[in-house]
């Protein structure tokens, strides 16, 4: 979780401070957005093998393309595979990521829509919709796994060593 909220936020950084971006910052920078998400996802192990496959060649196209449409269309493509898979895994779970992988699905498929609407602005509109999108999934997948491992180190701490959970409650 803290590598995806990582590669995000970073995506997430990039697209705030570059001021005048070429198309080929764009195809660069959501491949590589794409890329790192897909590799996070992977290693997660909590969806399909499928969905970082979806969200690998969504980065493959983006680089190919070097356009506006194209890198578009391909983070569209992958953003709403990802985004509709988090939701029904965030549907099915009843965890304490549950509402975590709804929220993110949510934030993924609303970037995957928002995205077509600004092509015609060009690569900076198309990154500030993107960035944005990553920066709300990366501040909560950060959270999410701060607070995950918070409760892990609490849980440790209360159970002593050798006894069960319910010894201590």
Do not use: C
Request: aromatic share 6%; hydrophobic share 55%; no cysteine.
């Amino acid at each position: 979780m803290l590598i995806r909220a990582t590669v995000a936020v970073v995506f997430g950084l990039v697209t705030i401070f570059w001021s005048a971006p070429s198309v080929q910052v764009l195809a660069w920078a959501v491949g590589l957005y794409l890329l790192g998400t897909a590799a996070a996802v992977w290693q997660s192990r909590a969806l399909p093998v499928a969905v970082p496959a979806v969200v690998a060649l969504g980065g493959i196209g983006a680089l190919v393309t070097q356009s506006d449409e194209g890198v578009a269309l391909s983070a569209l493509l992958a953003l709403l595979v990802l985004g509709l898979l988090e939701f029904m895994h965030g549907l099915r779970k009843r965890d304490s990521l549950a509402r975590d992988w709804l929220v993110s699905g949510v934030i993924s498929v609303g970037t995957a829509i928002a995205l077509p609407f600004f092509t015609s602005l060009g690569a900076h509109a198309l990154l500030g919709v993107a960035g944005g999108g990553a920066i709300l999934s990366g501040v909560l997948w950060m959270l999410s796994g701060l607070s995950l491992r918070h409760d892990a180190r609490t849980g440790a701490q209360t159970t002593a060593p050798g006894a069960s959970p319910e010894a201590v409650n």
